[in-house]
């Protein structure tokens, strides 16, 4: 050992940011990896929808993920490798070769619509599909959001949530829709 040499510099009271990111998970271990990061004290996000099935003798109500495969978590940069850590996870969700973030106002909007409108949610993928226009919905429980559309039909609004390349198909009247345009006037 030098004597003399630099030693490394704590610095007290520093808190690290965490950041949403989303994981990618096994097939249909969203919940129980959910569960088992919680168990680890890590803050993870499962969003989940009631989905009504049909059974061979009656009907039954059932919670599923909202996004097959992916959940979210909030962490910072080093819990990273503990999450990759744990059973179930595959890995995390990549744009570019970096980890995909999602801001916390992007969380509480998707709990927001759920609540809101938990039983006319679907996922479908938009991977074969172009993206849309901008829209602003202007009545009912989700009054202000914006997104992107690829389809306006009948009572469904496909928006689309481009971070994780899905979309939500919304059953809303295209009255409580209107189009923004590029120059950020509006038209219905």
């Known amino acids: 050992m030098i004597a003399n040499a630099p030693q490394a510099v704590i610095k007290s009271g520093f808190t690290p940011v965490k950041s949403w990111m989303v994981v990618y ?3 249909n271990w969203e919940k129980k990896t959910s ?18 099935k049909k059974w061979a003798d009656r009907y039954k109500t ?4 909202l996004f ?23 890995g995390f969700v990549k744009h570019c070769n970096v980890p995909v973030s999602v801001s916390g106002t992007e969380i509480e909007r998707i709990k ?18 172009s993206i849309g226009e901008k829209i602003i919905v202007n009545n009912g429980p989700f009054i202000n959001q914006e997104g992107q559309i690829k389809d306006i039909n009948g009572s469904t609004v496909l ?9 939500l198909i919304l059953k809303i009247s295209q009255s409580n829709v209107t189009r923004i345009m590029q120059n950020h006037s509006i038209l219905n």
């Open 25 to 27: 998970t096994r097939s």
């Open 35 to 52: 569960d088992i990061l919680k168990a680890q004290g890590i803050s993870s996000y499962c969003p989940l929808i009631k989905v009504r």
């Open 62 to 65: 059932l919670e599923q993920p």
């Open 68 to 90: 097959k495969s992916y959940l979210f978590v909030q962490i910072t940069m080093a819990e990273q490798i503990k999450v990759l850590q744990i059973s179930g996870v595959i």
């Open 112 to 129: 927001s619509i759920i609540m809101a409108n938990n039983t006319n949610l679907e996922i479908v993928n938009y991977k074969n599909f």
């Open 159 to 167: 928006m689309v949530l481009e971070q994780l390349g899905c979309a």
